[in-house]
């Protein structure tokens, strides 16, 4: 299709008396080769394609029987291995997440669940900023997932003395959806003194 469209404009430009360099005429064959080349050396869409461990079935037809999309993720989990010095070694490497057209295979089950984490003054009682967050627990996270949460609030600087103000601060986290835990809330006080946070 595409040289189709070169080959027009190479015979336009002629009729109108056009020179073409033969440069640049080299360099749109080249391009359309490339093309070419990274479309169907690794399948229609430049995926290369696994070897299938299951039997076809009688009848089979690659037209009926469409190839299906498949995304591993996870991490290189990178280590230092050197006593003195910086030498990264690879500790391991983890599979995190594996979807065949959208969904996952890692998951035998999964659970819905909205999180809510507010920060709320210890001495007036008074919510100074709630942040809302939601999430999917699968069967595969038995060690349990981590959710972020930020929370952003001011304090007066009652000494002038332009350095954080001492503080007592509730984190309060709840979570929500349909089949929840035991534990549905949690909340832990953060203190803060001379401009360090107290353990």
């Not at 599979?95 to 999964?110: D, N, P, Q, R, Y």
Request: glycine share 8%.
């Amino acid at each position: 299709m595409a040289l189709g469209y070169i080959t027009t404009w190479v015979i336009k430009l002629h009729n109108k008396r056009a020179i073409i360099s033969p440069i640049v005429l080299i360099i749109a064959i080249a391009l359309i080769l490339v093309v070419a080349f990274a479309l169907f050396s690794k399948g229609a869409f430049g995926f290369s394609k696994a070897h299938s461990l299951t039997q076809k079935v009688s009848g089979y037809n690659e037209d009926n029987c469409k190839d299906i999309g498949v995304v591993v993720s996870g991490n290189v989990n990178i280590e230092d291995s050197a006593v003195f010095d910086l030498e990264p070694s690879i500790r391991d490497v983890s599979v995190t997440e594996v979807t065949a057209s959208g969904k996952s295979l890692l998951a035998f089950g999964t659970e819905q669940f909205t999180y809510e984490v507010e920060a709320i003054d210890e001495v007036t009682n008074e919510r100074l900023d709630t942040f809302r967050g939601s999430g999917e627990l699968r069967s595969a996270d038995n060690k349990g997932i981590s959710k972020p949460y930020s929370v952003d609030f001011v304090i007066a600087d009652n000494n002038c003395d332009h350095r954080i103000d001492d503080f007592n601060i509730k984190v309060k986290a709840t979570l929500k959806g349909d089949d929840i835990g035991e534990r549905k809330e949690y909340e832990k006080l953060v203190r803060v003194r001379g401009g360090r946070v107290i353990k």
